[in-house]
T-cell receptor, first 114, second 113 residues
Framework: KAGVTQTPRYLIKTRGQQVTLSCSPI?????VSWYQQTPGQGLQFLFE?????QRNKGNFPGRFSGRQFSNSRSEMNVSTLELGDSALYLC????WGLGQETQYFGPGTRLLVL | QQQVKQSPQSLIVQKGGISIINCAYE??????FPWYQQFPGKGPALLIAIRPDVSEKKEGRFTISFNKSAKQFSLHIMDSQPGDSATYFC????????????FGTGTRLLVSP
């Protein structure tokens, strides 16, 4: 079974630009969550999508947005990038039900904002 | 109230020893408590999780102990091995699924040979 795929793996942008990150979950997983990981703030929840609907949202400004497609693939977008947006962005796909609870994180996209 | 406090920040354990990492939470609405292991350059990996209706859960060398009244839970790694050297995160969430996880600050574990 293929793991969670995130593209691109590395990205360098400048302040004010926008960026789109992509996540392909494990086949059969309908829930996709996004997290930001930084040395200072640790792992922080961004949002979660389930069957193309945003089910939960974290405490991030509106510059951070996301969506999920019918094949469960998800994208997150950050507009008007700031230096503080430099981080590792992690996507996690999960399955919950039928007595199972599984979750897998992707390797992340490392974003550097200059 | 959303915080999960994790300690220690770093830990050095001899091979074969027991590694213990502790977490405390405030929000009594939390009802799912997973632990994650993260190696450099990788995403976190789910290790083991517990719900408040049990006080202990064991999977292989990994055990979660849960104290509902104290709002604390801990991870014990028995017979620690150098391959266990990684950063460990506790987390908490409410409801079904891995929704809106609140993570601890992480513990960097080094198991010396």
């Amino acid at each position: 079974k293929a793991g969670v795929t995130q593209t691109p793996r590395y990205l360098i942008k400048t302040r004010g630009q926008q960026v789109t990150l992509s996540c392909s979950p494990i086949s059969g997983h309908r829930s996709v969550s996004w997290y930001q990981q930084t040395p200072g703030q640790g792992l922080q929840f961004l949002f979660e999508y389930f069957s193309e609907t945003q089910r939960n949202k974290g405490n991030f400004p509106g510059r951070f947005s996301g969506r999920q497609f019918s094949n469960s693939r998800s994208e997150m977008n950050v507009s008007t990038l700031e230096l503080g947006d430099s981080a590792l962005y992690l996507c996690a796909s999960s399955f919950w039900g039928l007595g199972q609870e599984t979750q897998y994180f992707g390797p992340g996209t490392r974003l550097l904002v200059l | 109230q959303q915080q999960v406090k994790q300690s220690p920040q770093s830990l050095i354990v001899q091979k074969g020893g027991i590694s213990i990492i502790n977490c405390a939470y405030e929000n009594t609405a939390f009802d799912y408590f997973p632990w994650y292991q993260q190696f450099p350059g990788k995403g976190p990996a789910l290790l083991i999780a517990i719900r408040p209706d049990v006080s202990e859960k064991k999977e292989g060398r990994f055990t979660i102990s849960f104290n509902k009244s104290a709002k604390q839970f801990s991870l014990h790694i028995m017979d620690s091995q150098p391959g266990d050297s990684a950063t460990y995160f506790c987390a908490a969430s409410r409801g079904t699924g891995f929704q809106k996880l609140v993570f601890g600050t992480g513990t960097r574990l080094l198991v010396s040979p």
